[in-house]
């Protein structure tokens, strides 16, 4: 049972994903089938649009799984790594199919989070005069947002100082933070396309309009957005999700002109911009920036742990009061518990942060560069590598006529789970995510020896 206040002003699809999001972190077990739609809408009184963002929102963060004519049922992302998933619909009588090797574009092994030091560091900020009887800071305790300032400035020529983080409850809480504070002010939001789903969502929960831009071989198209008259845009310009190309610095220079222009407001998501293999990422687009027209946004998802939920925004300070005053109206206050900020701040302050960015990219380098080669060398021309040199993933796309549908379904029943583009996009943009950072190389290379398998007989089936 959900407990859902319509009376309270964070919106009600927030609310159910939020519940949904706990039941099956803490209850659910993996494959669970989730209730239908319908079912949701009519047993809470809400509307299907209500309750299809919520799910939608769980699908996008990877929490659940949509199976055509089946429903949604719970995904193994985020529960113990090895424990078999349902992936496909089944009777009562059958065995769920076991999934030996999972290409999710968007995790990390169970191991590459620092479990034992984060305990040490844990108890030690626990040790600290830490007041549980008192509300936290709204924009999140002082030192973790000093700590976030300092390694972003090092780190991504990020302008800013501790006064200008506020540490969110992740991607989606740090998207409501930013939806609310230009309700007001903006009618209208510009999203690249294809783009990051979860974005647009949000900010039409919240009354704005979505505008498709589309991304060229330099991300955003530029020309398109000055056509579209938007003031407010939402970019991913350091590795864009999901085509993975990166923004060069004169379309960025470009990008700002236009925001100095039309008094418009970009919001620069620096997606993956810590896992690069390839190249150093350019610096962000905001400490391009001079007139305060750049809203930077980071977590700590991708490269420490999506767990933890916890991300971060950084305000240019002519919105610091036009915040503040959000937070009041809205009651809203950091929803990051205070033991989590304590054991972060620690852990950068330590140094162990920047050391642990060194071991994932170095990790995760391996893999990607394990996974290209075995791609190419089994696959080869039949496919092409359409982004690959950042992320926890390598985009293909076949270069034959191939049912995706049906390699899909025959990769499952060999305990492959693939991931197509076209669950998020439709027809408009497809590609194959094959995500690398949740498998070891040893079943790297197993797994795409066996696609290779399943790849060849799909063509002659």
């Not at 659910?28 to 919520?54: F, H, I, Q």
Request: proline share 5%.
């Amino acid at each position: 049972m959900y407990i859902l206040d319509k009376e309270a002003t964070k919106p009600l699809y927030i609310q159910l994903y939020e519940a949904m999001k706990e039941e099956i972190l803490n209850t659910l077990s993996s494959g669970a089938k989730l209730p239908s739609v319908r079912k949701v809408a009519t047993e809470y009184t809400l509307s299907k649009t209500t309750v299809e963002l919520a799910y939608k929102q769980l699908y996008a963060e990877g929490y659940i799984e949509s199976i055509p004519k089946s429903g949604y049922f719970v995904a193994d992302t985020f529960h113990e790594y090895g424990t078999p998933s349902l992936t496909a619909p089944f009777n009562v009588s059958e065995p769920k199919p076991l999934i030996r090797y999972d290409f999710f574009p968007a995790r990390l092994t169970h191991d590459a989070f620092p479990l034992k030091l984060w305990q040490r560091l844990f108890i030690k900020a626990m040790k600290e005069s830490l007041d549980f009887g008192a509300y936290g800071d709204r924009q999140g305790e002082q030192g973790l947002r000093t700590q976030i300032a300092q390694y972003l400035i090092k780190s991504r020529g990020v302008n800013c100082d501790a006064s200008q983080i506020v540490v969110c409850g992740g991607f989606t809480d740090s998207m409501n933070h930013l939806a609310a504070l230009f309700k007001e002010t903006f009618q209208r939001i510009a999203i690249e396309h294809p783009g990051y789903p979860a974005t647009g969502k949000v900010f039409e929960d919240y009354g704005y309009d979505s505008v498709p831009v589309k991304v060229d071989h330099n991300g955003l198209n530029i020309d398109q957005l000055e056509a579209t008259k938007v003031k407010l845009v939402y970019i991913t310009p350091s590795h864009q999700y999901p085509t993975g190309v990166t923004m060069p610095i004169p379309n960025r220079m470009k990008l700002l002109d236009w925001a100095k222009r039309v008094q418009g407001v970009i919001i620069e998501d620096d997606y993956d911009s810590e896992l690069r293999y390839q190249n150093r990422p350019i610096p962000s687009l905001q400490g391009l920036d001079h007139d305060g027209n750049v809203i930077y946004v980071g977590t700590f998802s991708k490269s420490l742990s999506p767990t933890l939920r916890v991300s971060y925004i950084v305000l240019p300070h002519r919105y610091l009061e036009a915040y503040a005053k959000v937070c009041q109206m809205r009651h809203q206050r950091c929803p990051v518990s205070l033991c989590t900020q304590k054991t972060l701040e620690l852990f950068m302050k330590g140094g162990h942060w920047e050391r642990h960015l060194r071991k994932i990219r170095t990790l995760n380098r391996k893999k990607h560069d394990l996974m290209k080669e075995r791609l190419k060398s089994t696959l080869g021309s039949m496919i092409e590598i359409i982004s690959e040199g950042g992320g926890l993933a390598i985009l293909i796309r076949p270069t034959i006529t191939i049912d995706l549908k049906k390699l899909r379904e025959n990769a499952l029943k060999e305990g492959i789970k693939l991931y197509c583009a076209s669950d998020l996009y439709g027809e408009t943009w497809e590609a194959i995510r094959m995500g690398f950072g949740g498998l070891a190389e040893r079943e790297i290379e197993e797994a795409i020896a066996l696609l290779q398998n399943i790849w060849i007989k799909t063509l002659k089936a």
